[in-house]
């Protein structure tokens, strides 16, 4: 019977997520995987208890979810730790990027016979890598270390990048569509505003932040300052056509590396972040489509094994010219897999660029495809990674004794 009501369907997700979660823990998998499982249940393509209209009409929900999600993440990135292995996160960023974008487009352009424009969009998308099941597990794990703080900066960069990738792809793909037409430095306007102007505001609200949280001593009011500037980087992000992602990353970051009192004065957001995680994560995968992974799973198998292989060679040649440590080189390919929240941005803005095309509805099908996969894949996968770097809590809760110092 699907539920029409708001409140009560952020009840059942709450519940049923939070039972699913539990129950992937009994099965020694990560609590995120059994909310995304938990979330395909409840979804159209199984029981539609979750329907697609209340799915809609929870966005609010996802977009508070991942923006504290990339808030998190920025107070992480604190200049004093990353200055250490700086050259590793961008040398393994740039390389895992690249590698991704090669193998990719010539997966789906010489062994799937797509077009050029297809192709080209195609890997661009690939390259993006979703934070929240990232940080999902690494805060279920507890997971603290030399390469939980290289995946982090990598991941941050990652994002950044990629919107930049997206918007030339779609660039020569408009032009390689419309006849006569030729690549255009207009056609860039839209991610470059995208990324300046993310970068920008998030500097600023991260000024202002750092600024208010001097006259904040309680906890809990800490909290309330800091779940309000994530909304309101969120809303303005909306407003203005910026990504929400970014803007409370960079907002996050300017905290960590300005507030001196306290540089991890964010992390007073775990104290709330599991019920707004299984909300967010139950509800993700009440959005997955699994009609489309099975119309599509030919198309997406190629797209899904050629990305996997990108990251994670992409990942060990970019460690390996680094000097990075041997377990960077063998393990943060795998972390890197997990897509969703990121991808779902690109889609919209693909649409927005193709509307009413067959090109749009492929890459769509396709990407959503993926996502539906790697939503479920990622997070075992970032888990395999945390556990072969030796740098996940035990039952106790204190660390592995093999973990890396920073």
Known sequence: MA??????????????????????KKAKLPAVAGYCLTGILLSPSVFNIIPYDLNMEL?????????????????????RVLKKIGKSIVVI??????????????GMFLLMGKDLSVALI??????AT??????????????????????????????ALCIILVGFA???????????????????AHPAWELAGSLGLGFFTG??????????????????????????NSGISTYLDLSSLLVNMVSGAVVANLYLKNPVVINVLDDIDLPIFVIFFTLAGASLHLDLLLANWFPALIYIITRALGKISGCYYGALISGADAVVRKYMGFAM??????????????????????????????????VTFYEIIGPLATRYALMGAGEVSISTGKLDSHKMQT
């Not at 279920?140 to 703080?149: A, V």
């Open 3 to 24: 539920i029409t009501d708001q409140i009560l369907g952020v009840g059942v997700l709450l519940i049923l997520g939070y039972a699913g979660g539990q129950l992937a």
């Open 59 to 79: 966005e609010a929900l996802k977009v508070l979810g991942l923006s504290m999600i990339a808030m998190i993440i920025g107070g992480e990135l604190n200049l």
């Open 93 to 106: 960023t740039f390389a895992q990027i690249f590698t991704t974008l090669l193998i990719v487009f010539l």
């Open 122 to 127: 195609m890997a661009a998308m690939a390259t």
């Open 130 to 159: 979703a934070p929240a099941a990232t940080l999902a597990v690494m805060k279920e794990y507890k997971s603290k270390g030399k390469f939980s703080t290289t995946l982090l900066g990598v991941i941050a960069l990652d994002d």
């Open 170 to 188: 779609l660039a020569f793909a408009k032009g390689l569509m419309e006849m006569g037409a030729t690549f255009e430095i207009a056609d860039l």
């Open 207 to 232: 000024l202002i932040l750092s600024f208010v949280l001097k006259y904040i001593q309680d906890k809990h009011e800490t909290i309330v300052i800091l779940l309000a500037f994530v909304l309101i």
């Open 337 to 370: 897999l997990p897509k969703a929240g990121v991808s779902i941005g690109l889609i919209l803005f693909v649409q927005s660029r193709f509307p009413g095309t067959e090109l749009a509805a492929l890459v769509t099908a396709i990407e959503l495809a993926a």
